[in-house]
């Protein structure tokens, strides 16, 4: 089996609850939303090549051709795997646009994913080959789709399949314009699968910064609902990393 990859690199997570653990990437092409702050865009669509990083770290990256199948990318994550790698990061684009690939990955290096959660009947097909989820919920004013209800409905679907059986947090990009009543929906959704769910909303990385007091006014709403509400930025950008 073959799928269309954008790159693949080792690196350090620079969202979530695991933000600062070394992870090798492998970022899928093609995403289903068109978020209004994307930073991978050319991930969104197909081209003929895949970048492939040599040397761990190093960014000396080559092309092959797209598709890519799973012997020669199980071999790419091989050769960058270090001492302090966790897992394997399967990120986009969206990935689960490509799941029965990742399950025929069959791999012993743990699997982290990062979704955009709209796939829920994708992601019943990985829910006992990830040892991570990190799912995202949108909000209205991410402008990523014309079908928000609908939306929302899928995310809220694929953060109960994978916390009923792996280990499970969402994130949820925090814009100037959000507010409380913009996160509402996405908070009481979360609370009503288990409230033990940890809820990280990330600022989003721009020269508009969102207001310290905006943050702490919407952590406060979503610890009414939620147990653990954390504000993690994307670290990755402040140290300059892919
Ligand atoms: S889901 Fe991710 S890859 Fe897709 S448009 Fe939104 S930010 Fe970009």
Not at 75 to 95: F, N, V
Not at 144 to 170: A, G, M, P, Q
Not at 191 to 209: C, E, F, M, R, Y
């Amino acid at each position: 089996m073959q799928a269309q990859i954008e790159e693949v690199f080792n690196s350090i997570q620079g969202e979530g609850t695991y933000a600062g653990a070394r992870q090798v990437f492998v970022r899928f092409q093609q995403c289903q939303l068109h978020c209004a702050y994307c930073d991978t865009p050319k991930s969104r669509s197909i081209s003929g090549s895949c970048s492939i990083e040599r040397t761990s770290g190093k960014g000396d990256f080559h092309s092959v051709k797209n598709p890519v199948d799973r012997d020669f990318l199980i071999d790419a994550i091989s050769k960058l795997w270090s001492p302090s790698t966790r897992h394997i990061s399967l990120t986009g684009g969206e990935p689960l646009i490509h799941a029965d690939f990742i399950r025929e990955l069959d791999t012993e290096f743990p699997l982290y994913l990062e979704t955009n959660s709209g796939f829920p009947d994708e992601a019943r097909k990985l829910k006992d080959v990830i040892a991570v989820a990190s799912c995202d919920i949108k909000l209205p004013e991410h402008d990523s789709t014309r079908h928000y209800d609908e939306l929302l409905k899928n995310e809220l679907e694929t953060i109960s399949i994978f916390s009923d059986c792996t280990e499970t947090f969402v994130k949820i990009v925090v814009l100037p314009e959000t507010t409380i009543a913009s996160l509402s929906e996405a908070v009481n959704g979360i609370a009503s699968i288990d409230q033990d769910i940890p809820l990280i909303l990330q600022p989003v990385t721009s020269k508009i910064h969102v207001k310290t007091g905006q943050l702490f006014k919407l952590m406060d709403f979503a610890a009414e609902k939620l147990k653990d509400v954390r504000v993690i930025p994307q670290t990755h950008k402040m140290m300059g990393l892919l």
